[in-house]
């Protein structure tokens, strides 16, 4: 009798065994369709639409003096089986040039920073912006919010590079979660060599809370630590990354390049005090942070155009003219060395 009930507990415990490890792969699988499909190429063109008409801008009116500057390209992805649909503008029909490379955000694609393409021309700098994976003619399949995203920013940096000489530079510009592919690939010792000033506006600064913020509008009800776990378990095993390895406050430690954040005091998707936090951790003196009183997230070019403006024109002046660049590093504390 007792070997019987040892068998029926053994028995039922494989069975609660068998539906833990389901419900885990099942709602690992949810959260990971929640996230890293988040977008599909059609919507992100319509909401591009959308906002550039909100916003008020005309395409045609803002490039007319560079519509035969303007040559659409494709750049062959080198870590991944994609292709990287870019627009490059000159200034002057010469490639030859100092190049911004612009990085829209997640919910759009790259004609949603043609306002800051035209801010970049009328100062006299080439541009060159694409779409991100999964958004608009990129047909990568996941969104990894900068993860992956840095690769293919990495092969548009070194496209330009194929078209400019060595005393040219090379700007990053990057809104919300592209400004988080640029803050990755700044992070590395690559980056350093490459790229002579970066512009992080409202960046996404911790995927992890974006994640946990979000997990309100999924229809499981289960506590949300859980579904936190079996998503970022789920995210590993797909695309090699937890939801914590995009957390800026853990990297910004190792940003070498002078660096310009522009952040709103009132912007609720990515917080002010997480970007004060990252602008800290900058362990460099070439760098500027630029405070917004009031505006939403990714609206301060609009909101406060001439502040906007010509802030980004001074730290050009000084980190993008080509004969500059260098950041004045200041020693870190001694604890912080420690603990890096």
Partial sequence: MVKFFKKIIAILFIIFFVLLMLLNVY?????????????????????SKEFLSSVGFDKETAFADYKNNWEVVEINSTRHKHVIPADYITASGNKDNNTVILVHGISGDRTTVYPMCELFLNEGYNVLCYDQRNCGDNKAKYTSFGYLESNDLSDCIKYVEGNISDDKSITLFGQSSGATTISLYACQSHAKEHIDFIILDSPLVNFEDMVRDSIKDIELKLPKNYMLLCGTWANKIKLGFFYGDIDMKNKMYDCMIPTLIIQSQKDTKSSYEAAETIYDMIPHNSKRMCTLPSSNHMMGFYDYPDEYKSTVKSMMATYADGSTGE????PLPEEDEKSK
Avoid: Q, S
């Fill in 327 to 330: 950041a004045v590093v200041e």
């Fill in 27 to 47: 709602v690992g699988i949810v959260m990971f369709h929640n996230f890293a499909l988040i977008n599909d190429n059609e919507t992100t063109k319509e909401k």
